[in-house]
C-alpha cells in the first residue's frame, strides 16, 4: 500500500491475514452448501419439523450438515489428534449426563476441564511418539493445525456450557414439572429467554453436543454462544438477523480491515515496541507507541471476532458483538471488561460470577473470575501478574463509586470534574495493566521511562488532558441513554437491562441535561 513496508511483525495477526482468503472461500463454501441442504433435504425429509419446531427432539434437523461439515473440519484441521479432541469432549459429555442435577457436579466438571487444559499446555497436542514409539508415524499427520490445543480454550468454554446447562435442566425438574420445562422452549422472544430457558431433555444428545463444539464459523476463536443458545437458534432462527443487516455487517467488517491496512503500513508500533532502543525516545514517544500498540490489539481482535460472527451471521446464527465499544471510549474499569470480549465477559457471569454468590461476593470473587482468565489464556506468570492487577483496581473504583455515588456527592455542581479525575487514573492504570499482560519484552523499559524524572512533566499534561476527554465522553454517554430512552418510550417497553437506561435522563432549570443515576455510579467505576 502506498509502496510501503508492511508491519507484520505480530504473529497472530500474520496468520490470521496470510490464511484470510482460505477463511473466505471455507465460509462461502459452508453458507452455500448448508443453505442448499436445508432447501432441498431438511424440506423434504423433516416438514414437521418446519411446520412444528418443537415436535422434533433431539438430533435437530437443521443440525444435520453442521454436524457433518464440522467432523471433516475437524479432522482436515487436526488430522488424527482429532482422537483427543473426542476423548475429551466425550469424558465431557459423559460426565454431564451421569453426574447432572447432583448439587457437586459443578465440582467434577471444574476440575476435569481445568486438567484438561492444564495437561494440553504440559504435554503440548499430546505427540504419539512419547506415547509409543512405534505410533510415531501418526505425528506426521497431526494435520493443518498441528497445535490444536491452542485453540482447545475455546472449546472448554463450550463443553462447560452444555454440562452447566445440563445440569440446571436436570435440576429444574425438581422444582417444577417437565411439562412445565418444556413449555418454556416454545417461541423465544429475546436473547435472555434463549440462553436462560432450558431446552427439551432430548436436546441435550452426543450430536447436538458435537455440532454445537464444533460448530465452524465459531470454532476457532469464537465468539462464545451457550448451549442452549444455540440450540434455540437452531430450532428457532433469531429474528435480528437479516440479509440488508447481515451485508452492513460485512461492510462494517471490510471498513476495520482497510483501517488495519492503513495503520500496518504507516504506524509500525508492534515492530517498535518489539525492538525499539527506547533509551533514545521521549516518554511522549514512548506514550504514544504504548497507546497504538494498544489500540492494535484491540482492533486485531476486533477484525477477527468479526469475521467469524460474520460467518455465524451468513449461516443465520447471531451472536453477541464482542467488541461493543471502541478501546479508547472507556473510563470505568467493569464497563471496559463488559465490552471487551463481550461473550466471554457474559459466560463468566453465567458460569462462575453467578455461581460464586454474584454481587454479595464480589470482593474475593473478581479475584477468583480474573485468576482464571489469565489460566485459561495462557499458563505465564507475567497474565497472573496482569490478572491479580485489574483485579486489584477493582477495589478503589467500587469504593470510590460506593462513597461518591451518593446524593451528597451527585448533586453537586462539580460531580462531573469529580467523575474525570477518577476516570482518568482509571485509564492510565489499565492501560498500564494491559500493556504488562499483553506487551512484549520491551514493556518493561517503556514503563522505566515514562516513570522516571523526566517523564513525570509529560503525565501530568497527559492527566489534564485526559480529563478534558472524558467531559466529552459524558456528554456521549448522555446522548446514548437519551436516544436509547426515547426508543424505549416510542415502543412502549421498558426493560431494565443492562443496556438499557436505569433512570430517565432529568434536566436543570436551565433544560441542560445532566447526569443520569447510572452516570453518576460510571463515572467513577461502575
Known sequence: MFGRMVDLSDGQWDTFRSHLPAFASLMFVYVAMNWVFRLVVVRRVSREFLQTPTKVRGFLPTLWFPFLFATVFAIILSGVSTVFILAFTG??????????????????????????????EYYKGYEFGRMLESLAWLDQWRGVLRRWDVTFNITMLRMMSFAMDYHWRVRQEDEASVRQIDALVANPKTEKDRVERSC??????????WAYLLYPPLYLTGPI???????????????????????????????????????LHTV????ISKWAQWETFSAYEISLFGYMRLSF??????I??????????????????????????????????RDWHC???????RYVYIPLGGRKTSTW?????????????DLTMRLLQWAWIIALLFLPEGLATWYFGKPRWTSKPYFRLLCSLGGTVNIMAMMIANLVGFGDEGVEKMLAKIFSRSGFAFLAVAYVILNMYLQVVFEWREYEYRKEYAAHEASAQWEMTDTAPRVPVTRSASDSPTLTKRQNRSGIGE
Not at 343 to 349: G, I, T
Not at 365 to 377: E, G, K, M, R, S
Request: glycine letters at 2%; proline letters at 2%.
Open 91 to 120: 469424558v465431557n459429555f459423559i460426565l454431564a449426563k451421569r453426574f447432572g442435577g447432583r448439587r457437586w457436579a459443578p465440582v467434577v466438571f471444574w476440575v476435569f476441564n481445568m486438567a484438561v487444559l492444564f495437561a494440553n
Open 200 to 209: 427439551f431433555a432430548q436436546d441435550y444428545c452426543f450430536t447436538n453436543y
Open 225 to 263: 454462544i451457550t448451549f442452549n443458545n444455540f440450540v434455540s437458534q437452531m430450532r428457532y432462527p433469531s429474528p435480528t438477523i437479516s440479509t440488508r443487516h447481515t451485508i452492513l455487517y460485512g461492510l462494517r467488517l471490510l471498513a476495520s480491515a482497510l483501517l488495519m491496512e492503513l495503520i
Open 268 to 271: 509500525y508500533c508492534v515492530a
Open 297 to 302: 490489539i484491540w482492533l486485531k481482535l476486533l
Open 304 to 337: 477477527i471476532w468479526r469475521f467469524a460472527r460474520f460467518w455465524a451471521m451468513a449461516d443465520g446464527i447471531d451472536t453477541v458483538e464482542n467488541m461493543r465499544r471502541c478501546m479508547s471510549n472507556n473510563y470505568s474499569l467493569q464497563q471496559f471488561w
Open 343 to 349: 461473550s466471554y465477559n457474559k459466560w463468566l457471569v
Open 365 to 377: 470473587n473478581t479475584f477468583v473470575i480474573f485468576t482464571f482468565v489469565a489460566l485459561w489464556h
